[in-house]
């Protein structure tokens, strides 16, 4: 198994254009999002990724919004995503388009966007499935050095597991885009086996607090100690009288 310093390095798209069938993505990646952007508010908006800084998110209550990637076009910041120049806690929405794909540590990414999220920010990231038709032709060698097949593809099981160790809610999670050479990737297919998409898209919050609570064990030790102590007091009167 390669590590982190030895497999070789991915190089990203820099736009959605670079990528076969890239505008039926973001289109339908739009589509999508165009139902959770009433639900963020704040008053900072995180687009981090060249693919992420095109598309189109003017459907966002928040109104400041800041494009950051390390080289590329239509930025407004230019910085490294392993070390985002931003404060801790200083944004409320972090939108994440396929960046964790084209990432060699993508749970260094993750930590630092967790880094920069305010307390109950919002945590929008898509990436491509390899439970998919592109998952199928990853596995072959004609295609595998080509895009998006060259890409890194996660389940959405394993990015809602990275999500859950550090602690955030899943308000949205779906697949789409079942055909990725057609407008709409195949309508009826996306609507009957959505777990076939190329495309996985997830939509979380990040908590402080534990999402499953605990009961406290205090309360039930003492009370078994107590009981404890009444029945060897009666026996002890027992053993007294006879």
């Not at 985002?84 to 794909?101: E, G, Q, W």
């Not at 491509?128 to 080509?146: A, I």
């Not at 809610?169 to 086996?193: A, D, I, R, Y």
């Not at 002890?236 to 009288?241: A, L």
Request: with cysteine; charged share 20%; net charge positive.
């Amino acid at each position: 198994m390669q590590s982190a310093h030895t497999r070789k390095k991915i190089i990203a798209p820099s736009s959605w254009e670079d990528i076969p069938c890239g505008e039926y993505y973001r289109v339908a990646l739009e589509e999508h999002l165009q139902v959770c952007w009433g639900k963020l508010y704040g008053f900072h908006l995180l687009k981090l990724g060249n693919l992420s800084a095109e598309l189109d998110t003017s459907a966002c209550p928040i109104s400041h919004q800041v494009n950051v990637a390390e080289v590329g076009e239509n930025l407004h910041v230019q910085g490294d995503n392993y070390q985002l120049p931003f404060a801790h806690k200083s944004v409320d929405a972090c939108l994440i388009a396929h960046t964790l794909a084209y990432a060699e540590d993508p749970h260094r990414i993750l930590r630092e966007v967790d880094r920069v999220l305010i307390d109950d920010g919002w945590l929008v990231l898509s990436c491509f499935n390899p439970l998919s038709l592109l998952g199928v032709g990853k596995m072959m060698p004609f295609f595998r050095k080509r895009q998006p097949y060259a890409s890194r593809m996660f389940t959405q099981m394993r990015l809602l597991d990275w999500l859950g160790l550090l602690n955030y809610e899943v308000m949205v999670k779906n697949c789409f885009q079942v055909l990725p050479w057609c407008p709409k990737g195949g309508k009826m297919l996306s609507t009957h086996l959505p777990a076939l998409g190329c495309m996985t898209m997830i939509v979380a919050r990040k908590r402080t607090l534990p999402l499953t609570p605990t009961t406290k064990k205090v309360p039930a030790r003492r009370q078994a100690i107590q009981h404890a102590v009444g029945a060897s007091s009666k026996s002890y009167r027992k053993d007294h009288k006879k």
